[in-house]
């Protein structure tokens, strides 16, 4: 899960990445408006915090564009008190929820769990790819009715190539949203994980659901 911090402020932007850190949530910055607009296009973030008042486009121009491109990542917006009034026209744009600064970390914590737990409403709490089943709410994974007994690191992998069934998912792409690591990171960490991985859910089975795509990555599918 990654989150899209939009703030022109970078000691607020720092301080919220760090409490978010110590969430286990990673989350990139934007320092403006449009910055924030195209890493909200590009990536595929569970939230966006977004301050209103941004140099470039506003916070509200970005929920806006963000919106007529079909784009509906939930917004958290986050206010000045002199701004306050502005809220009504946030949430009519499509935010989910505001928060006035000066605000106790703990109060965004909590808002932005509500937030994250209505979007996980409208996923599936389980998953079924041939006789591989995975349980989301539990946190559990099942082959042939038999319980696979995966790491933190497996089951995450796991279920991010079951959710993206047929999707080719490559090694730097995997390891941004399931280690936060860059572009220039060890390719090897992802490689070792997914051998582990295959020799859980595959290898006892004949018929084999991760696939390797030569010089592209790793699909997750029934064949
Ligand atoms: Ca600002």
Request: aromatic share 6%.
């Amino acid at each position: 899960m990654r989150i899209l911090i939009v703030e022109d402020e970078s000691k607020t932007a720092i301080h919220l990445k760090k409490g978010l850190g110590e969430l286990n949530i990673v989350s990139d910055i934007a320092t403006n408006g449009l910055e924030g607009f195209a890493l909200a296009e590009k990536n595929d973030y569970a939230l966006i915090i977004l301050d209103v008042m941004l140099p470039g486009i506003d916070g509200f121009e970005v929920v806006t564009r963000l919106r007529n491109n079909d784009n509906k990542t939930p917004v958290l917006f986050l206010t000045a008190r002199c701004e306050v009034a502005d809220r009504v026209t946030g949430l009519r744009l499509g935010a989910d929820d505001y928060l006035v600064k000066p605000f106790a970390f703990s109060e965004l914590a909590a808002r932005i769990q509500a937030i994250l737990r209505r979007g996980k409403d409208l996923q599936p709490d389980a998953l079924r790819v041939a006789d591989l089943e995975i349980d989301f709410f539990a946190h559990k994974a099942n082959r042939g009715g038999k319980r696979l007994n995966l790491t933190q690191k497996e089951f995450a992998l796991l279920s991010l190539l079951a959710g993206h069934t047929g999707e080719v998912f490559s090694r730097t792409r995997i390891a941004e949203r399931i280690w936060n690591m860059d572009f220039d990171s060890d390719p090897k960490v992802v490689e070792v994980h997914m051998r582990n991985l295959r020799a859980k859910v595959d290898d006892p089975f004949e018929n084999k659901l991760i696939h390797t795509v030569r010089g592209v990555g790793y699909v997750l599918e029934h064949r």
